[in-house]
T-cell receptor
Framework: DVKVTQSSRYLVKRTGEKVFLECVQD?????MFWYRQDPGLGLRLIYF???????EKGDIPEGYSVSREKKERFSLILESASTNQTSMYLC??????????????FGPGTRLTVT | KQEVTQIPAALSVPEGENLVLNCSFT??????LQWFRQDPGKGLTSLLL?????REQTSGRLNASLDKSSGRSTLYIAASQPGDSATYLC????????????FGKGTTLSVSS
């Protein structure tokens, strides 16, 4: 079974703190994604990566950065946390061959509260 | 811009009923469509993936269909059970390889015993 793990299930941080969210997958997937999920807005893509050290902005990258130094690990960084970044953060990974993509597998999520 | 819509937003049914969840998308140029289940406060569990060249996929009591030309997918759940209560999300992939999914906002299903 594919396993995607996230470093924390719940996190409480103060405004202005630098926050690191870690995601690890164990299936050698090339593609990794960070989404946030908010009531009424659904899931929105923050960043994705299709290879080590490669990254692409999603729909809402402002206030976030990412790092992918190893294939299995994709980190989301909140440079200076703000209250509007309080949300559920979901990491996902997937495998692709040529232009054919397969299922995205999601981690359990990190519920981040910024006070 | 691709938009994904799921109607209804919520659905309540008695146990044992067969039901259909609907998903529509505005641009038929998709690579695949995936159905997920999400329990409250949890991550997403993949249920079925339909590639753009396929018409349907089945897994146990679940059957998903895809009609690209009309921009529609349905998820059929047979003989519903209280354990099926969850939010069901559909998502479409509009680009190759590493591109992300575009999600609908989900249908919250409640199955009463």
């Amino acid at each position: 079974d594919v396993k995607v793990t996230q470093s924390s299930r719940y996190l409480v941080k103060r405004t202005g703190e630098k926050v690191f969210l870690e995601c690890v997958q164990d299936m050698d997937h090339e593609n990794m994604f960070w989404y946030r999920q908010d009531p009424g807005l659904g899931l929105r893509l923050i960043y994705f990566s299709y290879d080590v050290k490669m990254k692409e902005k999603g729909d809402i990258p402002e206030g976030y950065s990412v790092s992918r130094e190893k294939k299995e690990r994709f980190s989301l960084i909140l440079e200076s946390a703000s209250t509007n970044q309080t949300s559920m953060y979901l990491c996902a990974s997937s495998f692709s061959v040529g232009d054919r993509s397969y299922e995205q597998y999601f981690g359990p999520g990190t519920r981040l509260t910024v006070t | 811009k691709q938009e994904v819509t799921q109607i209804p937003a919520a659905l309540s049914v008695p146990e044992g009923e067969n039901l259909v969840l609907n998903c529509s998308f505005t641009d038929s140029a998709i690579y695949n469509l995936q159905w997920f289940r999400q329990d409250p406060g949890k991550g997403l569990t993949s249920l079925l993936l339909i590639q753009s060249s396929q018409r349907e996929q089945t897994s146990g009591r679940l059957n998903a269909s895809l009609d690209k030309s009309s921009g529609r997918s349905t998820l059929y759940i047979a003989a519903s059970q209280p354990g099926d209560s969850a939010t069901y999300l559909c998502a479409v992939k509009i680009g190759q390889a590493g591109t992300a999914l575009i999600f609908g906002k989900g249908t919250t299903l409640s199955v009463s015993s």
